[in-house]
């Protein structure tokens, strides 16, 4: 049965498709889920409104991108708006103002590993943690960002690159070790 088949059934409320999905997708976008909250409870919660949201707004897929990608634009929106309401303080900088120069260069030197660039990712300011979650390890573009956190073009890039300064002074003094 072809991924299409499959989706068409869903729209059409079959629950036999709906768990062939679910079986599918669920251990992948868990994965993502668990990038953004670090909790296992709460990816597993993440997950669930997802995918319910998901079954909900299938008629909304239209095939433009793959069924995945649909998908975890939904984990990512839930995950972020979890963790929204579990802050419910957040700090909103005004960055229109900003000029940053472009750089395309995401190295690193080589005696840091990737779990050192995740735990300096996770001790960024939440404004350019999910900015950076995103392009990184999400592998979205500017553009998908900006319509799933629903902010500017231009923000999307100042935010990117601002976040990648704080990385790498991060990673330099190794602050995430210490804690601090």
């Known amino acids: 049965m072809f991924q299409i088949d499959v989706v068409e059934q869903c729209k059409q409320n079959n629950r036999k498709a709906q768990v062939k999905l ?22 597993e919660d993440v997950l669930q409104e997802s995918f319910i949201k998901a079954f909900q707004k299938i008629e909304q897929f239209k095939g433009e991108v793959t069924f995945g990608a649909w998908l975890k634009r939904i984990v990512i929106n839930k995950s972020i708006d979890f963790l929204k309401k579990k802050q419910e303080k957040l700090v909103a900088l005004d960055e229109s103002y900003m000029h940053i120069v472009e750089d395309e260069d995401w190295s690193v030197a080589p005696e840091y590993t990737i779990n050192d660039v995740c735990k300096a990712i996770d001790q960024l300011p939440e404004n350019y943690k999910y900015v950076v979650m995103m392009f990184l390890i999400e592998g979205y573009d500017h553009l998908e960002i ?35």
């Open 22 to 43: 679910y079986r599918q997708y669920c251990d992948g976008m868990y994965c993502v889920a668990m990038r953004f909250v670090k909790n296992e409870d709460d990816a």
């Open 146 to 180: 900006s319509e799933v956190l629903n902010i500017t073009h231009s923000t999307c890039r100042t935010r990117l690159l601002r976040g990648k300064g704080y990385l790498k002074e991060i990673l330099k003094g190794k602050d995430y070790e210490t804690g601090s």
